[in-house]
Each structure stands twice: as structure tokens, then as C-alpha cells.
């Protein structure tokens, strides 16, 4: 390399500082086995994805054959489908222990890094994965990549020191972007395990059927609260923040709650009201003004109600406590459904309350039981053309539909009355004219002479 130009030996010699990270610099011997290496690898790779073509549809058929479903199931899945990236994880470090057993340990640096990023791809991609918030999977992607790259290079210390030194400090507090960086990592982990483990406290707390449904979510919802605060109090105390300098933000916070966020904090007390006085419970079918429909989930600041045309509409939790709501199973699911309708005076009103009792009874959603959720028909008046009836009947399904079920009796009833020669009737209207008014109306042309 003496005969070499200054501008090439600069060039070489910036080669060989990069190349020495992976233990290889330009001399023939690096370069050979270095090419060596590569060539394993690449072998390591096409025998990875020959073995994987055979072995994952097997391993698929046993997995569809397991009896178990959830999340369970979905990290098998995920896991399954890595399948290849665990062979060839498994088949590189093997080369580098062969490596390392029958030559220098220099002579497999290069294959010991094409190992390492291997492994940590098949780690990463498996935990981005499994996580189902995009946005969190993302980030420990990109964090696990560019931890892993800064080592592999070996600046990884060089770069922690540079991102301690990058701070700004004020009133004896120190804030640094190793801060950040560490406080995003610490509580994004954190807040992700608290969620996780709330979830399955409040699908243990659903099993105990002895506890009403509010109280199941009260405890759910008052679980998730304690462990994300428990999270973020763990989280900024392992980054080094002191409680104590953030009195003047947590001053500024109340101020911000006093002033514009009422309608937050009302909400947040109106949905522990109505957990605690146990008013309303998911299930239940309500009315609030025009909105009609059944409970699917009570949440910190409002109540979902899923209609029955699928819109699902979001009340906050204070109209519920200060309007007048409707629960149409309070105290139990039974709702009872009246129908009025007339008949002809010809009719026998005793066969017409029979055929109408019936005709409600055959509908399948309609409670056959007696006292007080029997079906009955009652006279109600004699009208001016008709009997008015009134057909009362219970159901113990609201979510189901209210206007549906009553269409059906309706035209059962109309089939009925026609099977047994019952008429409806429907009001005649004569109009009479005295003769001085149709004379007025029409009257008479003249006698032609």
C-alpha cells in the first residue's frame, strides 16, 4: 500500500477502521475468510428456507388441530410464521461454533454479527407483532433495530453519552434526551403490561357471577386506574425525576382542570356514580331522548348504545345522570308490549279475545307464562264503529327489537281474525245535503220558451 496515492490511502485506510468492527481489514487473509463467512451464511439462508417449506405446513396442521383459541392461539400463529428466521438463527450460531472450535475466533466476527442481527430480527419482528397497538409495535421496532445497530457498530456508549450530555438544567432539575428517550421506552413498556394485566383482572372479575355487572366494572375500571398510575409513578421514578419539581406542572394542571376541563372531570365522577349506585349495568336497554337502545360497554367518560339499525352512539356519562333516562330492564328484563285494535259489533268479543291471546302466544319471543307476565286482551271501550281491544304480552329480549315484534303480532292477528271471519272495521262517512242547500249548490236552469 506504500505505492498508493495520499487520496487512496485515506480511502483504504477509512476501509479497513470500518472493517476492523466485524474483525476484518483488506489484507488477502480477511478478505478470504470474510468471503468465507458470507458464503456459510448465504448457505445457512437457503438451507433455512428449504427446511421451513417442509416443516411449517406441518407444524400448521398441528396447530389448527390444538384446541385453543384467543391470544394464545395468535402467538403460535405469530410464531409460526418465523418458522424460517428460527433456523436460520439456529444454523448460524451452530456455523459460528464450529467457527470458533476449528479456526481463530477472528476468523468468525463477521459471521458472529450476521448471527446476532439474525437472532435480533427474529426477536423483534416476533414482539411487534404480538403487540396489537400499531403505534407501540412500531416504536419497539424502531427501537430494538437502532439499539441493536448502534452495537453492532460498537458506538452504542459513545451515543448514550452523547444523548446525556444534550440537557438543559433549572432550579437544581436536570433534563437530559437520555431522559426522554428512557421515559418513552420505560413507560411505553410500562403502560403496555398495566393495560394487559388489567384486561385480565377484569375477564377474572367477569367470571365471578355472584358480583352484579357494575360492580365487575367498577373494579375493572378502578384496577386499570391503579395500575397506569402505579406505572407512571415507577416509570418517571426509574429515569431519575423528582416528585417534588413537579409542583409548579401539577399546580398549572389543576388550574387547567378548574378552568377548561370541567366537563372532563364531571364525567369521570357521573360514570362512578353510576357504577356505584348500580343504575344502569352493560346489557341493559335504555331510552335517553331520542336515542334508543342497549348497553355494550360503560366507560370512564361515557356510556356506549348500540342501536338497533348498528349506529353505536357515545352519550357522556353526565346526560345520564342529569337527563331522564329510561332502563327498560331495571330490575329485570321483562318488558311488557300493548297493542290496541278494534273489531266489528257482529263479532263475539269472548272468541276475539281467545284468537288474539293466541296469535300473540305463537310468536316465539313472547313469554308463555301466567300472573303477572300473562298475555290478555281486555275491552277497553265501544267506539263509535267498533270494540276496541288492548292485547298485552311480555318479552324478556328488548335488544332484540320492539317495533319488529309488534309488526309480527300485528299481522298475526290479522291472520287470525281472517281464519275466523272477524272483521276489522274502518269508519263510513255520508254526507246528506238538505234540499235548500242542493238547490243552492245546484240550481235549476230556466224554462226555455
Known amino acids: 500500500m506504500n505505492d498508493l496515492s495520499p487520496q487512496l490511502e485515506l480511502l483504504v485506510q477509512a476501509l479497513n477502521s470500518f472493517l476492523k ?7 488477502q487473509g480477511h478478505l478470504f475468510w470474510g468471503a468465507v463467512q458470507l ?70 466476527f463477521l459471521l458472529t ?38 452495537y453492532t457498530l460498537g458506538i452504542m456508549q459513545q451515543t448514550v453519552t452523547l444523548f446525556d450530555e444534550l440537557a438543559i438544567e433549572m432550579s437544581g432539575f436536570r433534563f437530559s434526551l437520555l431522559m426522554v428517550v428512557q421515559g418513552i421506552v420505560l413507560l411505553s413498556v410500562l403502560f403496555w403490561a398495566a393495560i394487559a394485566v388489567s384486561k385480565l383482572l377484569e375477564k377474572q372479575f367477569q367470571a365471578f357471577e355472584d358480583i352484579s355487572p357494575t360492580m365487575r366494572v367498577l373494579v375493572g375500571k378502578i384496577s386499570r386506574f391503579v395500575l397506569l398510575t402505579l406505572a407512571g409513578i415507577i416509570g418517571l421514578s426509574m429515569i431519575g425525576i423528582d416528585f417534588s419539581a413537579l409542583t409548579l406542572v401539577s399546580g398549572a394542571i389543576g388550574l387547567g382542570i378548574g378552568f377548561g376541563l370541567q366537563k372532563v372531570v364531571s364525567n369521570l365522577i357521573s360514570g362512578v356514580i353510576l357504577l356505584l349506585d348500580r343504575s344502569i349495568k352493560p346489557g341493559d336497554v335504555i331510552s335517553v331522548g331520542n336515542t334508543f ?27 345520564l345522570i342529569t337527563q331522564q ?11 311488557r308490549i300493548e297493542i290496541k285494535f278494534g273489531v266489528s259489533y257482529n263479532a263475539d268479543p269472548h272468541k276475539v279475545k281467545k284468537v288474539a291471546v293466541e296469535a300473540a302466544l305463537a310468536h316465539p319471543r313472547t313469554i308463555r307464562a301466567t300472573g303477572e307476565y300473562q298475555t290478555v286482551c281486555h275491552i277497553i271501550g265501544f267506539g263509535d264503529s267498533s270494540i276496541d281491544f288492548t292485547l298485552r304480552f311480555w318479552i324478556s329480549d328488548p335488544a332484540k327489537g320492539v317495533t319488529n315484534i309488534r309488526g309480527d303480532v300485528f299481522l298475526a292477528i290479522w291472520d287470525a281474525f281472517k281464519e275466523n271471519n272477524i272483521e276489522i272495521p274502518y269508519p263510513h262517512r255520508h254526507l246528506m245535503l238538505d234540499p235548500s242547500v242542493k238547490a243552492v249548490l245546484h240550481p235549476q236552469e230556466p224554462a226555455k220558451s
Open 21 to 27: 468492527i466485524f474483525g476484518l481489514s483488506l489484507t
Open 39 to 108: 458464503l456459510v451464511a448465504l448457505v445457512c439462508f437457503v438451507a433455512a428456507k428449504l427446511a421451513a417449506r417442509r416443516i411449517e405446513p406441518l407444524l400448521e396442521v398441528r396447530l389448527r388441530a390444538l384446541s385453543i383459541k384467543g391470544n394464545r392461539l395468535r402467538l403460535l400463529a405469530v410464531a409460526l410464521r418465523r418458522t424460517q428466521w428460527a433456523i436460520v438463527a439456529v444454523l448460524l450460531w451452530f456455523a459460528v461454533l464450529v467457527f470458533q472450535k476449528t479456526t481463530w475466533d477472528s476468523r468468525s
Open 113 to 150: 454479527a450476521i448471527a446476532s442481527l439474525a437472532t435480533s430480527w427474529l426477536f423483534i419482528s416476533f414482539a411487534s407483532r404480538v403487540i396489537k397497538n400499531r403505534t407501540l409495535s412500531r416504536l419497539v421496532a424502531i427501537f430494538g433495530w437502532t439499539v441493536v445497530a448502534l
Open 293 to 319: 337502545g342497549w348497553i355494550t360497554s360503560l366507560n370512564a367518560r361515557y356510556v356506549s348504545v348500540t342501536a338497533r339499525d348498528g349506529r353505536e352512539y357515545l352519550i357522556p356519562n353526565e346526560d
Open 325 to 335: 333516562v329510561e332502563n327498560w330492564s331495571f330490575n329485570d328484563p321483562y318488558i
